[in-house]
């Protein structure tokens, strides 16, 4: 279920579920779809066991566990979506994402950041909670201003490892699609990890205008560019070891995991060689696994929430607002 949480009293939030609430900075992709302009921030809560309550006045989210924990399991997933400023100068989108974890009596935390520049980064806009996880009974401040701050200028050496041993091939870098006709990519490209013979590429990701780009003159930025024609953001496997217990969480996050055409891929996850995309025009649209389809509602909120909170999403919505900005004005 996705709702936007309430801000006008601290609420507890408990049992399965997706809620966005307000920030101070506007989402990148406002505009697109019917969340609203200043929704930048998504709790996750994946069963009944603990209580998460966010107090928007006072700017404090406080997350408690309950109940027997005998293996390890995610207890609340925070994401805030905020603008880094660059040692340039430039401002960028980006996420900070927080995952909270209990093994046991132990409190796991995996703390990340979501870019889509690669310069480094000295500043950071977002709503800057205070986040204290009960920690054995003993209040734990896991996340506020100054560690979100540390994170984004200064990674942790394992952080910086992953992002090295990451791969990416652009299929859309050197090509000349026909913007007059259909069924050219503003994105495509696939995504791995490895070095030199032992990379091992495991998605390919597309982002397709399925109008020609005429009707698209005048767009500015990604939000604007969405907000015009019709597209189809589809994701195609190219490993199922390395990719499939992500798909089949993307699905409950972005709340498709009900969909029926998709339960065997909620029971399995992606075939090497599938694809699973999602067409939005207006309000609506349609899912699509190989050749078979089904309708969607909400489309572009699905669409946008992947574009917006999803790392790879992110990448594609930089694609996006690349190509917008050289589009020509009317």
């Not at 490895?194 to 998605?203: A, F, N």
């Not at 190219?238 to 055409?261: F, T």
């Not at 694809?275 to 609506?284: D, K, N, S, W, Y």
């Not at 946008?304 to 790879?312: D, Q, V």
Request: hydrophobic share 45%.
């Amino acid at each position: 279920m996705e709702t936007t949480a309430s801000t006008a009293s601290p609420t507890t939030y408990r049992g399965r579920g997706i809620w966005f609430f307000d920030g101070t900075v506007a989402c990148p992709l406002a505009g697109v779809g019917e969340r609203g302009a200043y929704a930048a921030n998504r709790l996750v809560i994946e069963d009944d066991r603990p209580t998460v309550t966010i107090d928007r006045a006072a700017a404090r989210i406080e997350i408690a566990t309950r109940g027997a924990y005998p293996e390890k399991a995610l207890v609340a997933d925070l994401t805030f979506l905020g603008v880094a400023t660059t040692v340039t100068g430039a401002r960028s989108p980006i996420a900070i994402h927080l995952e909270v974890y209990r093994e046991g009596d132990k409190i796991v935390l995996d703390l990340h950041r979501h870019l889509r520049t690669q310069e480094a980064l000295v500043d950071l806009e977002y709503e800057a909670f205070t986040v204290v996880v009960d920690d054995r009974g003993t209040p734990r401040t896991v996340l506020d201003r100054a560690i979100a701050l540390e994170l984004v200028r200064h990674p942790s050496l394992t952080h910086r490892m992953i992002k090295a041993l990451m791969a990416f091939k652009d299929h859309a870098a050197n090509a000349r699609p026909d913007l007059g006709k259909p069924g050219f990519a503003v994105a495509d490209f696939e995504l791995g990890f490895g070095m030199g013979p032992l990379t091992k590429m495991v998605v390919r990701a597309r982002l397709t205008s399925l109008r020609a780009a005429e009707g698209l003159a005048g767009a500015r930025t990604a939000a604007e560019l969405l907000t015009r024609g019709a597209w189809e953001l589809e994701l195609k496997a190219l490993s199922e070891k390395h990719i499939n217990d992500v798909i089949k969480r993307d699905l409950m996050l972005y709340g498709i995991d009900r969909v029926p055409l998709l339960a065997p891929v909620v029971a399995s996850g992606l075939r090497k060689g599938q694809t699973l995309a999602f067409r939005f025009e207006g309000g609506g649209g349609e899912i699509r696994l190989d050749g078979a389809t089904a309708p969607l509602d909400g489309a572009p909120d699905v669409a946008r929430a992947y574009l917006e909170f999803h790392m790879l999403g992110g990448m594609l919505a930089e694609s996006a607002e690349r190509f917008a900005k050289r589009l020509p004005a009317r």
